[in-house]
């Protein structure tokens, strides 16, 4: 499938936002890569030109309202009307939240979710005047069960959650064309892990089944391609588990991560406390979008499959039933 749509992609120099920026070059997109490092959005533009597509390069802290509204105004010159908006950037901290200090509740806050808000107002001003665009914003099975030793990311995922209900209440009495769609995520094999501040006395990792990012961004560049995408989508079995189980259980989820979260997110390896990290400015390097896990990451998820190609299932489901009924019509 081939589309020519101008897209914008914050947090594009590693991960998943990487990744995305990849699978919308792959279909010819003309994509607007945002992130605090320039040399890393360098290499991800050179990769997106390998793939098909162009790339912008548009280095900035998403957590400046200015920076992001005016990289919406460059894009926009230089491309072209937007098309898609994708909201990835993020940043985090590991720790309990006894050891948490004020300031980097407030930085993930600025970044993970105050990010999404000024991502999506730049969206907004440019595509509700056309009645056209969408909004996709990049969520996380976290933004419903919270997990322990994530607090400041949980919180910020769950608030992105209630901003993106209000804004589709206001675009349905508006009568706006406008799409927002959420993309909730598994846990991934991204760089995320290797630089993300951390107070735990083992490296960080993803909580298994862990999935590699092209997996999730295939789905985000099918809702960018629908007409009318979901409200929700949901990428692989452990999200889908994730979410039902706080809609029936959550007090078991509670006992249970409480018992198995801590060890599940860290390695056997120890992990210094003077690393690098990103939270207050980007680790240098070229970067990519997988991160440490390529040996224990699954490249295909049976979940996301049956959810994209649902229209198949159904159909061959009608069939089989008429030549069934069929079959037992001539029988009698």
Same mark, same amino acid.
């Given at each position: 499938m081939k589309f020519d749509q101008v897209v914008m992609v914050t947090g594009a120099s590693a991960g998943l936002g990487r990744a995305i920026a990849h699978a919308f070059a792959r279909r010819g997109a003309r994509i607007g890569l945002i992130a605090r490092n320039r040399e @890393?959005?360098?290499? #991800?533009?050179?990769?997106?030109?390998?793939?098909?597509? *162009?790339? /912008?390069? /548009? $280095?900035?802290?998403?957590?400046? @309202? @200015?920076?992001?509204?005016?990289?919406?105004?460059?894009?926009?010159?230089?491309?072209g009307p937007l098309d898609v908006w994708v909201n990835d950037a993020m940043v985090s901290v590991f720790s309990p939240v006894h050891e948490m200090k004020a300031d980097e509740y407030k930085r993930v806050t600025?970044?993970?979710?105050l990010g999404y808000v000024y991502g999506t107002m730049a969206a907004l001003r440019r595509m509700? %005047? &056309?009645?056209?665009?969408?909004?996709?914003?990049?969520?996380?099975?976290?933004?419903?069960?919270?997990? %322990?030793?994530?607090?400041?990311? #949980? @919180?910020a995922k769950h608030a992105i959650l209630g901003f993106t209900d209000s804004l589709r209440c206001e675009l349905y009495h508006d009568h706006s064309n406008v799409q927002v769609s959420v993309v909730q995520m598994p846990a991934m094999n991204t760089m995320q892990f290797t630089w993300v501040k951390s107070r735990l006395p083992k490296k960080p990792q993803p909580v298994p089944p862990i999935f590699q990012p092209e997996v999730a961004a295939e789905v985000v560049v099918h809702a960018a391609a629908a007409e009318r995408p979901r &409200?929700?989508?949901? *990428?692989?079995?452990?999200?889908?588990?994730?979410?039902?189980?706080?809609? *029936?259980? %959550?007090?078991? /989820?509670?006992?249970?991560?409480?018992?198995?979260?801590?060890?599940a997110q860290q390695t056997d390896a120890p992990d210094s406390p003077d690393r690098p990290?990103?939270?207050?400015?980007? *680790? $240098?390097?070229?970067?990519?979008?997988?991160? $440490?896990?390529?040996?224990?990451?699954?490249?295909?998820? $049976?979940?996301v499959f049956a959810d994209l190609h649902r229209g198949w299932f159904i159909g061959g489901g009608a069939l089989l039933l008429a030549a069934g009924v069929a079959l037992a019509s001539k029988k009698k």
């Open positions: @890393a959005l360098e290499a #991800c533009r050179n990769e997106v030109q390998r793939l098909g597509g *162009v790339g /912008l390069v /548009l $280095p900035l802290d998403v957590s400046d @309202a @200015a920076a992001v509204d005016a990289a919406a105004s460059q894009i926009e010159d230089t491309f600025e970044v993970t979710y509700r %005047p &056309r009645d056209r665009g969408t909004i996709i914003q990049v969520g996380s099975a976290l933004s419903v069960r919270s997990i %322990p030793l994530q607090s400041a990311y #949980c @919180a &409200r929700e989508y949901w *990428v692989g079995s452990s999200t889908v588990e994730a979410i039902l189980g706080q809609m *029936v259980v %959550p007090g078991l /989820l509670d006992r249970y991560l409480g018992k198995t979260g801590f060890k990290n990103n939270l207050w400015d980007f *680790v $240098p390097g070229e970067h990519s979008a997988h991160g $440490p896990f390529d040996d224990r990451s699954h490249t295909f998820s $049976p979940q």
